[in-house]
């Protein structure tokens, strides 16, 4: 169970090269040797996150995961569980890919979609029903503020976003009472492998910044947390602007 200083016994990573995952994960490691399972496609970046977080300390186990295959998702989560109580699970998986080509492409638009959305529903449902049976647990859903108000220059990826970020909500709501939570994280620009040659946007934050706010967040109990906290009110504020106004923001 994760204790009253917030520091986790076992931590399942669904995107185990994900680097604002690694970032949390190194975090929790610093504070003390954590027991973390790595779901990721096999691959020689696979291999080295589970070498990065043994020289943290901690243990690492790999296992196969492809946010695609829906229909393994429910027995992946029942074999980590049989590995003992799940306390964290970082919903850490996304595809940003070409944001133009991306709604040009049917392929390209179905794979946004089926990856960012129908992937992290797949996945979201047993893990409800594995920390209900448990009494206690956290899932960490990595959403993005692209999903607050959806832009014209990234409307496929946000809107798979803004389905994510939902979902993740209300499956949050409806785990009060359970002993299980959800805590969803919305970052604005992150500096990471997926964004590596865009232009950062203002506000712009690390992976390490970003698994800061993720261990306040799990030690605090929070539902929903901002990154940098700031983006909050730029997003409010965004929100309320009218459609005409909006589509002529360089957004």
Not at 5 to 20: A, E, F, M, W, Y
Not at 39 to 47: I, K
Not at 119 to 141: C, F, R
Not at 203 to 222: C, F, N, P, R
């Amino acid at each position: 169970m994760i204790d009253a200083l917030g520091q986790p016994r076992r931590v399942l990573v669904l995107g185990g090269t994900s680097d604002i995952a690694l970032a949390t994960v190194a975090a929790w490691s610093a504070r003390g040797a954590i027991d973390v399972v790595l779901a990721a496609r096999p691959g020689s970046r696979r291999t080295e996150a589970a070498d990065q977080v043994r020289a943290w300390g901690s243990t690492a186990t790999e296992l196969d995961f492809d946010a695609l295959d829906t229909a393994s998702h429910p027995a992946l989560i029942e074999h980590v569980a049989a590995g003992g109580d799940i306390d964290v699970v970082l919903v850490a998986f996304g595809v940003l890919g070409d944001e133009e080509a991306a709604w040009h492409d049917h392929d390209a638009a179905v794979w946004h979609a089926q990856v960012n959305y129908v992937g992290a529903v797949s996945v979201g449902v047993p893990l409800a029903a594995q920390l209900t049976k448990q009494g206690h647990g956290v899932i960490v859903a990595i959403s993005s503020v692209a999903g607050e108000r959806v832009r014209r220059s990234n409307f496929v990826y946000g809107s798979s976003k803004a389905g994510m970020d939902g979902f993740y909500l209300g499956l949050g709501e409806a785990l009060r009472g359970t002993g299980a939570s959800v805590l969803v994280v919305r970052p604005g620009f992150v500096k990471t492998k997926m964004s590596e040659g865009r232009e950062p946007a203002p506000l712009s934050v690390s992976a390490d910044e970003v698994a800061a706010a993720i261990l306040k967040g799990v030690h605090e109990g929070s539902d929903l947390i901002w990154v940098p906290m700031p983006m909050r009110a730029v997003m409010s504020a965004l929100r309320h602007v009218p459609r005409p106004v909006f589509r002529r923001l360089p957004l």
